[in-house]
């Protein structure tokens, strides 16, 4: 079922995904309306066959059915958004939900882990 979650909804799912060891074959993108770091930005976790009915937005980019349908935007891939929450959790531990915002904000932004040297990872 498609809906729009909030980023507590989100991490949850994900996290529960990959802890089950079938992250990669239960979601493949993340979508996002607003900005990650605000607490009315809603996501939207597409499966893999949500991908291949992707329509092309207004603005040219190819969304699944629902995503345009919700005007939403691709924030990250699901595999990266995981890596973001495991690698921000290692380094920092008892994030936030604030702080995590902030971290996947940063490395959607840089493609770097926020507060982690490249070296210790």
Same mark, same amino acid.
């Given at each position: 079922?498609?809906?729009?979650?909030?980023?507590?909804?989100?991490?949850?799912?994900?996290?529960?995904?990959?802890?089950?060891?079938?992250?990669?074959?239960?979601?493949?993108?993340?979508?996002?309306?607003? @900005?990650?770091?605000?607490?009315?930005? +809603?996501?939207?976790?597409?499966?893999?066959?949500? #991908? &291949?009915? %992707?329509?092309?937005? $207004?603005?040219?980019?190819?969304?699944?059915?629902?995503?345009?349908?919700?005007?939403?935007?691709?924030?990250?891939?699901?595999?990266?958004? @995981?890596?973001?929450?495991?690698?921000? +959790?290692?380094?920092?531990?008892?994030?936030?939900? #604030? &702080?995590? %915002?902030?971290?996947? $904000?940063?490395?959607?932004?840089?493609?770097?882990?926020?507060?982690?040297?490249?070296?210790?990872?």
């Amino acid at each position: 079922m498609s809906e729009l979650i909030t980023l507590r909804e989100a991490i949850d799912a994900i996290t529960d995904a990959f802890d089950e060891g079938d992250g990669w074959d239960r979601y493949s993108w993340v979508y996002i309306r607003g @900005a990650i770091t605000e607490p009315s930005c +809603r996501l939207y976790l597409s499966h893999v066959a949500d #991908e &291949d009915d %992707a329509l092309i937005a $207004d603005h040219g980019e190819a969304l699944p059915p629902f995503a345009a349908q919700h005007h939403l935007r691709h924030f990250l891939e699901a595999a990266d958004f @995981a890596e973001v929450l495991f690698v921000h +959790r290692r380094h920092h531990p008892s994030p936030t939900l #604030e &702080d995590l %915002a902030r971290a996947l $904000d940063h490395y959607r932004k840089h493609d770097s882990f926020l507060g982690v040297a490249p070296e210790s990872l």
